[in-house]
């Protein structure tokens, strides 16, 4: 027996610690089955070096050891997976937030714009029929009131969503400064572990799972980065998280992300006090995807207009309804329509107006629809008009009307009979500039997409379909995830059915190394005996 | 390919959920009858099912409308066809007093007549509907003719009304109908009635003028007058007879009218429940369908997740 008296006991022992070995490793595996992130661990078993003999009969092995317990996983598939998640993170989190729109509209249904614009109209066609009587007059004024508390409404529940949408999107920031953080701080420790020539398995599972839930939020590009090498001659990697090419996380460094109420509006529809996301150092940030994108898009977005993002977000909506208010209300008042779209009221573009009637106590002038005040009172029709005389001052004044603030105004608010049907005072079967209005319901020159109820129908539709494309992405996404996710399973995850016929296979090896162990000693003893 | 057994529960997880989705579809279009809850199910549905509703609503009043216009023509043909009377009756009395066989005391009794349907003629020129005068243009809430018989104006016109104040009601997308006959049409021969002319004469209806002029020739028994004026007379029956056919032709216009926006009605309504609504039994047929493949998914599942080796390790 060449190599020491005790070589063979020394190689049966060397079998039992790799065989444990490689159990606890198998015991870490199973215990981990349902910890998120996890990667399986495989314990890499090699023949030791062997022995040269000195005299020329070969090599003597020499048992077997482990010299490492590696991490089985594939970076290409996390890297895949953190960038089809950003994109799923931007379009979950745009169709739930137009769907919410969506509910807002309530269209089609017995309670949406179409039904409540057609009782109005309805109401004055029965007007047009009795126009003496004070009793229809007074449906005339409810229904119309009925109106504009339907555009009100929709204006206000629009500015409340963008608010909540601006109070998310300080939430998300929040979520990723404190990811980068807690990234930073593994970065040190894993970092730190591995100087000392280990693979820190377990942290960098737990980072991995970190940047999973970090590329929902926003855009991130993640590298790992050889800055030089170590005295020991191994390369010094750091771990750099990046957004649009600025890091986040730079090995132990983290820059934050931080929100500033705007001092002045992007749109002129937003609600005071968004948030601008910025970096801490007040550099400007550039954020092409992940949630955040779509919170902001869906906040700020008015395709593009003055330096808003492109996207048909709320401030576009608000924006349309706005334009709805304000050129029906100077139709129906003045008989004004810009066939042409050239912002100016060409002489042969006045036509008759409720202004330009009569009601059945003689009044003229009277503007059927004004704006609420700053204490919400309606506005009478000389307020409105604070001495304009010419068209084109008359036009201004039609600036001050949105949609949460028009109404049915003060005059008719007090007195139906000043509802104008009449061309003529005293006449009052006179419905001639009742039949003009009641004409312009059908006017399809009243807006560039037609007639009032086909501006809606198509705002709503624009709504309806961007909804849906947001929806079906969402979903693509989400089917793409999963696969990718199922593809990082099956190289990571683990399988209990393999694990435990491993767990046989090294008990058989324990087993053997343990009869070895015996015999060995038997033959010892034998030996020591004999003397 | 490597496969855990986690990843055949995340699948199974995963499946069943589209599964539950798909039912929870079905069984809300059950539930509430339609295609779609909200634009975004099917936006170009959403879009027609607007269009459709505004088409179908806007039909339902036009046929109010023409309803209402009809009932203002009846009651015009109604008051036309009294006019008729009084006016055949004052020919027969003409006639009858023309004959030169009447003694003063008849001729007085044929004029006294004659007041009196003068009287008729007045009052029904300020026949209302529904507390509107029908032939007082736009002036709906005036009477036509002063009807005071103390006043030395009895008969005469009490407004001006010109000959365009046309009530016109909306039938159709910008047609109008014009529902009323005008005074001045009906008693002033076509010329619009003036209130207070220039001449004393001026404001009283030509019709109310030939009652005035046969009752002074009937009062002073100048029978060659009487027998000028039936000329008068056949021509004011035959501006009734010219406009009670116009009412008519009117009439007929609205009739075939209504009958079109009803058969409309029923048309635009049967599209836009094909639009919106779901097919019950299909729908059934689906949900239906969606259970049996989730049943077979939680029992196929179930199979396959549940045993390991541990359960056939000794």
Not at chain 1, 202 to 231: A, C, F, H, Q
Not at chain 1, 438 to 443: A, E
Not at chain 2, 46 to 65: C, F, G, P
Request: glycine share 6%; net charge negative; with cysteine.
């Amino acid at each position: 027996m060449s190599g020491g008296s005790f070589f063979g006991f020394n190689v049966a022992v060397r079998g039992l610690f790799t065989a444990q070995r490689n159990l606890s490793v198998i015991a870490h595996n199973l215990n981990n089955v349902n910890t998120p992130g996890f990667s399986r661990q495989q314990a890499i078993q090699t023949a030791a070096t062997p022995y040269y003999t000195t005299d020329g009969t070969g090599m003597v092995g020499a048992g077997s050891e482990v010299i490492a317990v590696k991490r089985i996983r594939d970076e290409y598939l996390d890297s895949k997976y953190w960038s089809e998640n950003i994109l799923k993170g931007e379009y979950s989190a745009k169709s739930e937030l137009l769907a919410e729109m969506e509910v807002r509209f309530g269209e089609p249904s017995d309670s949406g714009f179409s039904v409540i614009f057609n009782d109005f109209f309805a109401s004055l066609q029965e007007l047009s029929k009795d126009s003496g009587n004070e009793a229809v007059r007074s449906v005339v004024r409810q229904k119309g009131i009925t109106f504009t508390d339907y555009l009100n409404n929709i204006a206000v529940q629009l500015e409340k969503m963008q608010e909540d949408v601006n109070i998310r999107v300080r939430a998300v920031v929040d979520e990723i400064n404190s990811l980068a953080e807690q990234i930073g701080k593994l970065n040190q420790q894993i970092y730190t572990a591995e100087l000392g020539n280990n693979i820190a398995n377990d942290l960098r599972d737990r980072r991995t799972l970190l940047v999973d839930r970090l590329s929902e939020l926003i855009n991130i590009d993640v590298y790992e980065v050889e800055m030089g090498k170590l005295p020991d001659g191994r390369p010094n990697k750091h771990f750099v998280i990046t957004i649009s090419g600025k890091p986040l996380v730079d090995h132990f460094t983290v820059s934050k992300l931080t929100v500033e109420k705007r001092t002045t509006k992007l749109n002129e529809e937003d609600i005071d006090g968004l948030y601008d996301v910025r970096w801490e150092d007040r550099n400007d940030l550039v954020i092409k995807s992940g949630k955040l994108k779509g919170y902001l898009d869906i906040r700020d977005g008015k395709q593009g207009q003055n330096g808003s993002p492109n996207y048909t977000g709320i401030p576009h909506y608000i924006q349309m309804l706005d334009r709805f208010a304000r050129t029906f209300a100077m139709a129906f008042n003045e008989g004004y329509i810009d066939v042409n779209g050239d912002g100016v009221i060409d002489p042969q573009e006045d036509g008759t107006g409720h202004a330009d009637g009569f009601g059945a106590n003689g009044s003229t002038g009277v503007r059927f629809f004004t704006f609420l005040d700053d204490t919400r009172e309606p506005v009478d029709s000389a307020t409105f008009m604070d001495g304009a005389a010419t068209v084109d001052e008359i036009v201004k004044r039609y600036e001050n009307i949105r949609a949460r603030n028009i109404t049915v105004s003060k005059d008719v608010n007090d007195n139906c009979n000043t509802i104008a049907t009449s061309d003529t005072d005293g006449e009052i079967g006179n419905i001639r500039v009742l039949n003009a209005i009641l004409d312009m319901r059908h006017n399809s020159q009243m807006f560039s997409d037609g007639a009032p109820e086909d501006f809606m129908k198509s705002l709503i539709s624009t709504m309806g379909i961007d909804s849906q494309q947001a929806v079906l992405y969402a979903k693509n996404q989400e089917a793409i995830l999963h696969q990718v996710d199922n593809a990082r399973q099956s190289v990571a995850g683990v399988s209990i059915d393999e694990e435990l016929a491993n767990m046989v296979r090294f008990q058989h090896a324990y087993n053997a190394a343990a009869k070895l162990i015996v015999t060995i000693g038997e033959i010892y003893e034998m030996l020591l005996n004999s003397v | 390919m490597r496969i855990t057994n986690n990843m055949l529960i995340n699948n199974m997880i995963r499946h069943i959920n589209n599964n539950l989705d798909r039912m929870s579809l079905y069984q809300s279009q059950i539930a509430t009858g339609k295609k779609i809850s909200k634009p975004s199910d099917d936006p170009i549905v959403a879009s027609r099912a607007l269009k459709l509703r505004t088409d179908v609503s806007e039909i339902k009043q036009y046929i109010r409308n023409v309803q209402d216009a009809q009932s203002w023509l009846d009651t015009t043909e109604t008051a036309l066809a009294h006019i008729g009377d009084v006016l055949q009756r004052t020919r027969e009395l003409m006639l009858e007093a023309a004959n030169g066989t009447n003694t003063p005391s008849d001729t007085q009794k044929i004029k006294e007549e004659v007041v009196e349907l003068k009287k008729q003629i007045i009052q029904l020129s300020n026949t209302t509907y529904a507390d509107r005068h029908i032939f007082s243009g736009f002036k709906t809430d005036k009477k036509l003719l002063i009807d005071d018989e103390t006043s030395p104006d009895f008969g005469k016109f009490n407004i001006d009304v010109s000959m365009d104040e046309n009530i016109q009601y909306e039938i159709g997308v910008g047609i109008f109908i014009r529902i009323n006959v005008l005074g001045g049409d009906l008693f002033n021969m076509g010329q619009p009635a003036v209130s207070n002319g220039t001449s004393p004469d001026d404001s009283t209806p030509v019709l109310i003028q030939h009652f005035n002029e046969l009752i002074a020739a009937l009062d002073a028994g100048d029978l060659e007058k009487v027998n000028e004026l039936l000329n008068s007379f056949d021509k004011d029956i035959d501006n009734v007879l010219k406009l009670r056919a116009d009412v008519g032709a009117r009439t007929n216009r609205l009739e075939l009218t209504e009958y079109r926006l009803e058969t409309d009605l029923i048309n635009f309504a049967e599209q836009m429940s094909k639009n919106e609504d779901v097919d019950m039994a299909q729908a059934i047929i689906n949900l239906r369908n969606e259970e049996n493949v989730y049943r077979a998914s939680l029992a196929g599942g179930a199979q396959i997740i549940m045993p390991t080796l541990v359960d056939f390790l000794r």
